[in-house]
């Protein structure tokens, strides 16, 4: 019999699908996974918030249904509670016979006592992972320089807010370099041993604040770095509330934002180093080739498009569309897919990769078939998303179909884009009465994915006020 694959999950935080094409983007170990695997290029979250993201990665279930529908940090204690009655995937491989290590931001439920759900080495105590180092992910890792420094200070009442600077500090020594240290000694002892083995190795970076190291801001051609094409959008037709969000980076220059992307740019240099320890690790005691390398993040993040900087407001394709990159025995090398696949999704896939178990009840669907050349491409046209909103009311659904995308806006209007002929999604079509079919089509076919993921928030909106969208729940006929 032959054995069982280890997995590897590399997982930082609010990493734009665009770096692993982004020339400014020095990748090599990103770029050394996509040479032994498969990327998705339409890979999405079902979630741009981090909590509700994670969450369903590690379940396989859309928000309304693990019940974490924002940060956990940020509520109180009896809202945004994971449910307990579910399984994680951990544990399905802890039945098979793994053994699981857990290194860094967990950021799914409060109590980080992640072995209960079958994480058995625990790695994810972010302060003692601080203390360790000599210097953290923010302020406390800040070289002050005023002009590689921007705070976001306006309106006035607020906090400042560290958006973007540099620092001195090595990134060994800063909270990723140590998540990563601590998943190596980790690494040492599972290598040498013959049982399969699961690690995830999660970052909070490059998550807010963008602070990279000084050298890293340097080795870049910082006034030459391309800004996104819809950096001046003026949101015509956009829901008010993209606009207000909008206006808090009013005060930010063209030079501003290209330092602000540099800084992240940056960082995602050094996250990518951090890959290249642990592939070094495993390849040094010859256990790559037996290995499942995913690379993965739970959401992106604007970086300037739509001339924001956020990822919890807007349905915009930069925070839903994410990286990823699948590598391992039996999957097809130095290949690009343009199947949609979710975050979610990986749940069942991992699972039916390493032979375990598979969980019940679950919204995602496998796609172990598509990496080992037995499913095409076209199988997988279709995704669905959700955001509950992220302290101010914003229901939000997002349905993928092909080329198509539409927002359905609880607060506002909807919103209707063709990513074939407008990729940066200047031009909201819901409106036009040309397109109001599609609407309705996409409307209907969104309803089908509500009723079989059980969405009760939307489907119990019979009550007369409630009734807002093109069509009703009634016309939802399954794919």
């Avoid at 994670?54 to 693990?66: D, I, V, Y």
């Avoid at 999957?331 to 975050?343: E, K, P, Q, W």
Wanted: negative net charge; contains cysteine; aromatic residues 8%.
């Amino acid at each position: 019999m032959s054995r069982k694959p280890n997995i590897l999950l590399f997982l930082p935080d609010g990493m734009q699908a665009d770096v692993l094409s982004n020339p400014a983007c020095r990748t090599p170990n990103f770029d050394r996974v996509m040479r032994r695997g498969t990327h998705f290029s339409r890979a999405y979250t079902p979630s741009q918030v981090c909590s509700p993201a994670r969450a369903s990665l590690m379940t396989g279930l859309l928000p309304h249904n693990h019940g974490v529908l924002q940060v956990e940090h940020c509520v109180d204690d009896d809202q945004s509670v994971l449910r307990s009655q579910y399984t994680h995937w951990a544990q399905n491989l802890v039945d098979a016979g793994y053994r699981t290590g857990y290194f860094g931001k967990w950021h799914i439920e409060r109590s980080r006592a992640v072995e209960q759900y079958g994480w058995q080495e625990n790695g994810a105590d972010a302060k003692a992972v601080i203390r360790a180092g000599t210097g953290d992910s923010g302020e406390g890792a800040l070289i002050r320089d005023d002009l590689l420094t921007h705070y976001q200070t306006e309106p006035p009442g607020y906090r400042s807010f560290l958006h973007y600077g540099v620092t001195e500090v090595e990134p060994d020594d800063r909270t990723y370099g140590q998540v990563t240290q601590r998943a190596l000694s980790y690494l040492d002892g599972v290598l040498a041993d013959d049982d399969p083995w699961a690690v995830c190795v999660s970052f909070s970076e490059p998550n807010e604040p963008l602070v990279c190291h000084r050298r890293s801001f340097e080795e870049q051609s910082v006034d030459q770095l391309e800004l996104p094409a819809s950096v001046n959008d003026p949101m015509t037709g956009a829901p008010a509330l993209y606009r207000r969000s909008q206006r808090i980076y009013d005060s930010m220059t063209d030079g501003q934002w290209r330092q602000a992307r540099a800084c992240y740019f940056g960082l995602v240099n050094e996250i990518d180093s951090m890959l290249g320890q642990l592939l070094d690790k495993i390849e040094g005691r010859d256990a790559l080739a037996n290995t499942i390398v995913i690379v993965v993040s739970d959401h992106g993040r604007c970086l300037g498009a739509h001339g924001m900087d956020s990822h919890n407001i807007g349905a915009y394709e930069e925070a839903f569309h994410i990286p990823l990159v699948i590598a391992g025995p039996g999957i097809a090398c130095d290949t690009a897919t343009t199947a949609r696949v979710g975050l979610h999704d990986l749940c069942p896939t991992i699972l039916e990769l390493a032979g375990a178990k598979p969980i019940t009840p679950s919204d995602a669907t496998s796609f172990a078939s598509l990496l080992q050349g037995h499913a095409e491409a076209s199988a997988f046209t279709t995704g669905f998303a959700e955001n509950h909103g992220s302290r101010y009311p914003l229901m939000q659904r997002i349905l993928w179909d092909d080329d198509w995308k539409f927002v359905f806006n609880g607060f506002d209007e909807d919103e209707l884009y063709d990513l074939h002929t407008d990729p940066h999604e200047l031009t909201n079509l819901a409106s036009l009465p040309e397109h109001r079919q599609k609407v309705e089509a996409m409307m209907t076919r969104m309803w089908a994915f509500i009723k079989r993921s059980g969405d009760r928030t939307l489907l119990e909106t019979h009550y007369t006020p409630l009734r807002l969208a093109a069509v009703g729940p009634e016309v939802a006929v399954d794919d």
